[in-house]
């Protein structure tokens, strides 16, 4: 049994998005071109933060951070996509499915560590401005960084190492176009229940974010309303409406697809719902950075504007 489970888990078939020849070269195309726009998107709000002294705050920084997560999120499932659209056989070795595992992971709990980071970074400066300088300094900033990639990476290390200790004696044929732990649970032969409990408790713990980001936004809102000017309360708005947004997009997706029963996994709904929060949210979220933020846009222009007047030999 052992020889058979080994054979069988040597290696697992991603099926992708759509079982029609005819689609592969178009979805080839719209996911490069998504995952192009990512890149150079994020690319381009990293460099504009690190150019610009004005954006040298704790506000910028964690949203560089975000950045750099939306690459990485992205540069985990994408590449494989694209590889496997143009590919007959579908494979990914079982080292390349738990490794890809983990480094998305990793990803999805840093954005969602980062969420609350940024909440309370916003709620520090409109509840408690004359605090600010004092509370989110580089070192509490550096510390707040460093420990959300620790409990990211721990988080990923736990469900990765859980999940690879099972044995895969049914099919191994992964319906999905990545290795996503509800998916590759349900090839195993080995009782889940175990992993199902520590996704559902540990991942409980992770809900913390969340609930620093309602309990900031509830204070936010109170204060913004007790402003008397509606110029005041549109500028303290405007500060903290594009994270607002990423909240809304990160938070509405991510409880759809793991904050519910196994047996209700729908799997080309959750394909579809996949592709939003891995492919879609990091290649809006630059957009809806740069639309809203005039200090991002300036220095995203100004790094445009210093490339075109690069001289070329």
């Known amino acids: 049994m052992e020889d058979s489970n080994q054979t069988a888990a040597a290696e697992f078939l991603l099926l992708g998005l759509s079982y029609r020849p005819q689609d592969k070269v178009l979805l080839f195309i719209v996911f490069l071109s998504m995952y192009m726009i990512t890149i150079l998107g994020n690319a381009m709000i990293i460099a504009a933060i690190a150019q610009d002294s004005k954006l040298h705050n704790p506000m910028y920084v964690f949203l560089g951070s975000f950045s750099c997560v939306d690459i ?22 079982f080292t390349g499915c738990f ?7 990793s990803a999805v709990t840093m954005e969602n560590l980062l969420l609350g980071v940024m ?5 520090v400066a409109i509840c408690r401005p004359l605090h ?14 460093a420990l959300s990639g620790l409990m990211a990476c721990l988080h990923s290390l736990l469900h990765t190492v859980l999940a690879s200790e099972l044995s895969f004696c049914r099919s191994n044929q992964v319906h999905h176009f990545f290795c996503d732990l509800p998916p590759v649970l349900k090839l195993s032969c080995s009782d889940t229940s175990f992993n199902e409990l520590a996704i559902f408790t540990e991942g409980s713990v992770l809900l913390s974010p969340f609930l620093l980001t309602t309990f900031s936004y509830i204070h ?18 405007s500060t ?3 994270h607002l947004t990423m909240v809304t997009l990160f938070y509405g997706t991510l409880f759809f697809m793991y904050f519910r029963p196994s047996s209700s996994y729908f799997l080309d709904y959750d394909k579809v719902v996949s592709v939003v929060y891995t492919v879609v949210i990091p290649m809006m979220n630059p957009f809806i950075y740069s639309l809203r933020n005039k200090d991002v846009l300036k220095a995203i222009h100004k790094v445009i504007g210093k490339k075109s007047r690069t001289p070329t030999s």
């Open 72 to 93: 990485c999120l992205a540069s985990t499932t994408v590449p494989k996509l694209l590889v496997n659209q143009l590919s007959i056989r579908k494979s990914i070795s």
């Open 99 to 105: 490794t890809q595992m983990y480094f998305f992971i």
């Open 119 to 123: 909440a309370y970074d916003r709620y």
């Open 132 to 145: 600010y300088p004092n509370i989110m300094t580089k070192r509490m900033c550096t510390l707040m960084l």
């Open 220 to 237: 936010i809102v109170r204060t913004i309303l007790k402003i008397r000017s509606v110029a005041g309360r549109h500028k303290a708005f």
């Open 240 to 242: 903290c409406s594009s």
